[in-house]
């Protein structure tokens, strides 16, 4: 079962900007973690960005200074805002969010995200 429902992927030119979104299919109270993580082909998946249910950010060194993370508690909505793309940030983005309680981990079902040179 789909439980998160990511948009705003595309392709862009290098240089160019997108903004990630993922919101949950219902209200959830215990959101814990949520964060996204992107898979290019032929490579492994790598975490992207995270941001505590209090708000600390953490982030993969490629993407620092260039990527924003953020979250709107109410809506249960995680975002993802990417500029100065680069064609070595092409790949599917995966939006997670882990569960406080149980650990369990949710994945949305992927965005592609193509950066032209």
């Known amino acids: 079962q789909v439980q998160l429902v990511e948009s705003g992927g595309g392709l862009v030119q290098a240089g160019g900007s997108l903004r990630l979104s993922c919101a949950t299919r219902?209200?959830?109270?215990?959101?814990?973690?949520m964060g996204w993580y992107r898979q290019a082909p032929g490579k492994q998946r790598e975490l992207v960005a995270d941001i505590s249910s209090g708000g600390r950010t953490n982030y993969v060194d490629s993407v620092k200074g260039r990527f924003t993370i953020s979250r709107d508690n109410p809506t249960n909505t995680v975002y993802l805002q990417m500029s100065s793309l680069k064609s070595e940030d092409t790949a599917i983005y995966y939006c997670y969010r882990k569960d406080p309680i149980t650990s369990q981990t949710f994945w949305g079902q992927g965005t592609q995200v193509t950066v032209s040179s």
């Open positions: 219902k209200v959830i109270y215990r959101i814990g973690t």
